[in-house]
């Protein structure tokens, strides 16, 4: 009896050195604003790295690190939309958000092959839910030439070259736009907008419930290649290039901690995902099905939850994806339903309940 005892107490000793993610709480707690950053094409290891990305990595040790999450597709486009709809309703390429199959407008490459998925989705998203339910929603974006622009892709005439691969903004990274609801919004120039409004917006404090926050492709990770791209933009320059995102992403986060929302009583969290993984590995978790050209894993990517009420120097190992970030933000503004596969809890989708915490009672 007293070896079981003994035995007992080591194990709980060695329990507790960690945080207790399994006595988290039960649900989500409400949320204010949640603001979602999305970065581009990182493995985990990357940017988990304290001499590569000091910014993201010193978020992951001192909020919460979402150890294994991961992408749904390559490449991007797709994965934008998973997160705001709970599936990549069939798209596994980068076309633009109108092409259909047999499309012949540009930057509709594949859509002579088989089975070619409409990139405008006719479904709800995140953003329809919270209209619906009388929250708010924007999408911010660096580099759009205007508010509310269809444009695919816009350059900078300070070094742009004309070519698609020296767009700093890019469509395929909107996620928005892909939604039919919001191509045909009267409304969409007071939701998706540039940088200078996120400027404004911080400024006065003047916050949506949920903004998803995307800089351009030389400050997303992504990378650019063209006469004048800077050093530190080109795609080749691994090293350099996630720097100068690192840095991007970090100003974000400090800026958002600096407003009135974050110092007051009220839930705000910032999350900074991926898209995607660097290599066309098919990790994934959670409702993924391998066999699907536009559903097999996206690779394991860096996901960093921070919260001003939450807690502080947690490791989560749960497995995690899109679709789970979705339902969490659905739980975390009291939707009354989950989109998609973020309703697919029999397939392993979970809520990242324990990332978001139960914050002190109002």
């Known amino acids: 009896m007293r070896r079981h005892i003994c035995l007992i107490a080591a194990v709980l000793a060695v329990a507790s050195a960690f945080p207790a993610v399994a006595a988290g709480p039960k649900a989500v707690p409400r949320y204010d604003h949640v603001f979602v950053i999305v970065e581009e094409n990182k493995d985990y290891d990357q940017i988990l790295d ?101 444009a695919v892709i816009a350059g900078d005439p300070r070094f742009d070259n004309g070519t698609r691969n020296t767009a700093l903004y890019a469509s395929k990274h909107s996620g928005f736009m892909n939604f039919a609801s919001v191509q045909d919004d009267p409304r969409r120039a007071e939701r998706i907008v540039g940088f200078d409004q996120l400027d404004r917006d911080l400024a006065s404090g003047h916050l949506p419930t949920f903004a998803l926050i995307v800089p351009n492709q030389c400050n997303e990770m992504h990378g650019l290649h063209g006469a ?114 973020a309703a697919d809890e029999d397939k392993g989708v979970r809520s990242m309940t324990p990332l978001f915490a139960a914050a002190p009672s109002r």
């Open 50 to 150: 304290s001499a590569a990305a000091p910014n993201i990595a010193g978020f992951a040790a001192r909020y919460g690190d979402a150890t294994q999450f991961f992408g749904e597709v390559h490449p991007s486009e797709a994965n934008y939309v998973a997160v705001l709809g709970g599936d990549t309703f069939g798209i596994h390429d980068d076309d633009a958000y109108y092409c259909k199959a047999g499309s012949t407008r540009p930057f509709c490459d594949g859509a002579k092959a088989e089975g070619y998925a409409d990139h405008t989705v006719r479904a709800p998203h995140l953003g329809d839910q919270l209209l619906a339910a009388g929250l708010s929603w924007k999408g911010y974006y660096e580099s759009l030439p205007a508010p509310g622009s269809p």
């Open 228 to 341: 004048g791209v800077p050093a530190d933009c080109d795609g080749a320059n691994k090293a350099a290039l996630i720097r100068r995102g690192d840095a991007v992403a970090g100003e974000l986060v400090r800026r958002i901690q600096a407003t009135p929302a974050w110092a007051g009583r009220g839930n705000v969290a910032i999350v900074i995902t991926f898209d995607e993984g660097a290599g066309k590995t098919r990790e994934g978790c959670c409702a993924v099905t391998p066999d699907a050209p536009s559903n097999f894993g996206g690779g394991h990517i860096p996901t960093v939850v921070i919260t001003n009420h939450g807690p502080r120097g947690l490791r989560d190992a749960t497995p995690y994806n899109h679709y789970s970030l979705l339902r969490t933000l659905e739980d975390a503004f009291g939707l009354p339903a989950h989109l998609g596969h």
